[in-house]
């Protein structure tokens, strides 16, 4: 397990190197070169950007200048005017909004040589009549140039090589430590015999070699099955929308599969020079030994440091300043994490004693067995129990802590919340002329009216935002109607009384002054207008993807369609995508370090299973070890699994509120380490009973 574990650690990182190589490599060929003039130049390209389903995604708009001029890579030939080159990340991705016409009708696939990943959502429309505006483009193919689609949101390198090393080889390398480590009485007896006749240190290291040998090789060898079907395929990965492809890998295969080599090399390297460690029983029976008063001492002061990173920030009155908050409450988390062991040393050696005590009341042996031992031998015990309460109480901080919601970001989801799909932003329109914006306006839906928002007409005017429309447009938008035409009125976004129509004013505010002016007039085409508000009745919503094909119909490209507050909403959803990274690998250290701590806390419970096989012999049921062992192993990992949540909650609940906020706590996370704490305690229960049971049956009587 360690060779295999530490093998696919890493590959892990070649594969990493191979995905930004070539994401880089398809950037810099798609890439266009621009040039002043018109006369130089094959195509014309202007870089707008769109969304579905929340993901924001660009849309390429381009217009080839020569009959011969070659199409971006990815295309085999030019889209016809009017018509769209779709990825197929694009079109699955908005199969719900018939994104296939939005740009009009799709007759060109994008072919994977053109894209980022294998589930990069882009877009290449061409208009159906010449573009006016734009980059002159002579060809394709700019290492220096423009980066647009999946490559703008991708976190750096470096990031995912630190999140490998602390969540796959640092677990793997403890891994291989303590599977080198944990002793076994065949090997014990194998060393003694071994010294006995006096071998050299050649010799026992020959033994060592070929008694480690097989399991490290077979632990290479599924690894390099494993690497074969994983880079033989494209594939994808849940929650991050990120799709491998395959032939990014294919330079770098000798490398690929180089690391399990390496790997058993270490782990064979290791497990000759890391020795189990020598243990002797002085009995048969387990004693307890006193603890510390410094001991004694955390384990009371961990629960207070719990209390007190809880209710820390609330008692220093920390809603209004996010240093308020971070000062108690980190101090009091990391006096709590670090106070941990100690306190579970100590609730574990009482639990044993209670479970010991219950057991002798209702005549139970295993239950008697199991917590005298546990009271006896907390360390082992202690160790898994810490080991997962640690994992996930700081798992969910972590990922709570970077899916933390900004103001902007929670205003906005607020007022998308609160319109509920009842209105929809119209940007980039400045560029459209009279005749385009009128067609536009008077294509929507008779219930849909339509509110100008313009900004200051020149450097000299004042920042206040004006709101522009009809009475009735006025009235639908929930906002302050004037009396007569042409009349305005300025307010304050909290004078507005209905929750929708602050929402409407506060998505016009982009000075966030806080202020506008509503005036009731016509919405006409001047420099000031920045954008449209479609708004819909209240009770109804507004089609959006249907407003989006309608744009591309009537208004010149670069037209935005966007619910209020999109712009703060797509880039939180992309943000707290790329967060779900940690989860992924947090889940494989948690199944990582929890099955390393089951092997140690294996070790030291078959040595204590040796020394209670009289018992099991003299009574005559195997039942009685079957029972101890899972007391002893599933009711550990239960405890913890309890533990480890409410320290989960514990940590994270105090950034729900302000001034560091989420939409909610961790549950996804916290559910998936408790699925892989329980199947790994159910699969080592089994495991060592089978083991304990079997160690037992061998035992005969030799003048005890």
């Known amino acids: 397990m360690a060779a295999l574990v530490l093998a696919l650690s890493f590959a892990a990182c070649v594969v990493v190197s191979a995905t930004y190589s070539g994401r880089a490599a398809v950037q810099a060929a798609r890439s266009p070169v621009t040039v002043e003039r018109k006369d130089d130049a094959i195509a014309r390209w202007m870089e707008s950007f769109d969304t579905v389903n929340g993901r924001q995604y660009s849309v390429i708009y381009v217009q080839p200048l020569r009959a011969d001029a070659p199409p971006p890579p990815g295309l085999d030939r030019w889209p016809a005017p009017g018509h769209s080159a779709l990825s197929i990340g694009a079109e699955y991705a908005g199969q719900s909004e018939g994104i296939t016409s939005r740009y009009g009708a799709m007759d060109v696939r994008i072919q994977p040589s053109g894209t980022a990943s294998s589930g990069e959502p882009l877009v290449y429309a061409r208009p159906s009549h010449p573009m006016k505006e734009g980059l002159y483009v002579s060809a394709w193919g700019n290492a220096e140039g423009t980066v647009f689609g999946e490559p703008l949101n991708i976190q750096p390198a470096t990031g995912f090589y630190a999140l490998i090393v602390a969540t796959c080889i640092t677990p793997a390398l403890a891994l291989t430590f303590i599977a080198c480590r944990t002793g076994s009485a065949k090997r014990d007896r194998r060393r003694a015999v071994l010294h006995a006749m006096g071998a050299s240190a050649r010799h026992r290291l020959l033994v060592d070699f070929g008694e480690t040998g097989p399991p490290i090789l077979m632990g290479a060898a599924l690894a390099v099955l494993l690497m074969y079907f994983w880079q033989g395929s494209n594939w994808q990965l849940p929650k991050v929308e990120y799709g491998m492809v395959a032939a990014y890998l294919q330079p770098h295969l000798a490398l690929y599969f180089a690391c399990a080599g390496i790997a058993a090399l270490l782990v064979l390297a290791a497990a000759v020079t890391v020795q189990p460690r020598a243990t002797t029983l002085a009995g048969t029976r387990p004693s307890g030994r006193s603890k510390g008063t410094l001991s ?129 932003v119209v940007d980039g329109i400045d560029r459209n002329s009279p005749t385009r914006l009128k067609q536009f306006m008077s294509a929507l839906p008779s219930d849909q009216k339509v509110l100008g928002v313009y900004g200051p007409d020149g450097p000299s005017q004042q920042v206040r935002v004006r709101v522009v429309g009809s009475g009735a447009a006025l009235r639908q938008a929930d906002l302050p109607v004037p009396v007569a035409t042409g009349e305005a009125a300025a307010i304050t976004v909290k004078q507005v009384e209905s929750d929708r129509g602050q929402a409407l004013s506060e998505a016009a505010d982009f000075a966030g002054s806080g202020a506008v002016t509503v005036e009731r007039n016509v919405v006409r085409e001047t420099k000031s207008l920045d954008s449209l508000q479609v708004v819909a009745p209240e009770g109804s919503t507004v089609d959006a993807p249907e407003v989006k094909s309608l744009a591309n119909r009537t208004l010149a490209p670069g037209w935005k369609v966007t619910l209020p507050g999109e712009e703060w909403t797509s880039t939180l959803a992309t943000y707290r995508e790329n967060n779900w990274w940690m989860p992924i690998f947090g889940t494989g250290t948690l199944a990582i370090l929890v099955f390393a701590a089951c092997l140690a806390n294996m070790a030291e419970f078959l040595r204590f299973s040796r020394s209670i096989a009289p018992v099991v012999v003299v009574a005559g049921t195997r039942r009685l070890f079957v029972w101890t062992t899972l007391l002893v192993f599933l009711g550990s990992f239960l405890c913890a699994t309890i533990i480890g949540v409410g320290a989960a909650l514990v940590l994270t609940i105090p950034m729900q509120g302000p001034p560091v906020r989420a939409d909610g706590l961790p549950l996804t996370l916290v559910s998936w380490s408790v699925a892989v704490v329980v199947m790994l305690a159910l699969i080592m229960s089994a495991w060592a009973v089978r083991v304990a049971v079997k160690e037992a049956g061998r035992w005969r009587p030799v003048a005890e």
């Open 296 to 424: 004694r001492s955390a384990g009371w002061l961990c629960p207070l440091a719990f209390a007190f990173a809880f209710f820390g920030p609330s008692l220093f009155g920390a809603q209004d300043s996010e240093m308020l908050f971070l000062v108690p409450y980190t101090a009091g988390a990391l006096t709590a994490l670090m106070l941990l062991p100690a306190a579970l040393s100590a609730l574990t050696t009482q639990l044993g004693r209670l479970l010991g005590w219950w057991g002798r009341r209702a005549g139970r042996p295993a239950a008697l067995l199991a917590g005298r031992w546990v009271s006896a031998s907390p360390a082992a015990v202690a160790r898994v129990v810490t080991s997962i309460v640690l994992l996930i109480g700081l798992s969910a901080q972590l990922y709570t802590w970077n899916n933390r919601t900004a103001e902007s970001d929670a205003s906005a989801l607020e007022a998308q919340r609160t319109l509920a799909s009842s209105a929809v």
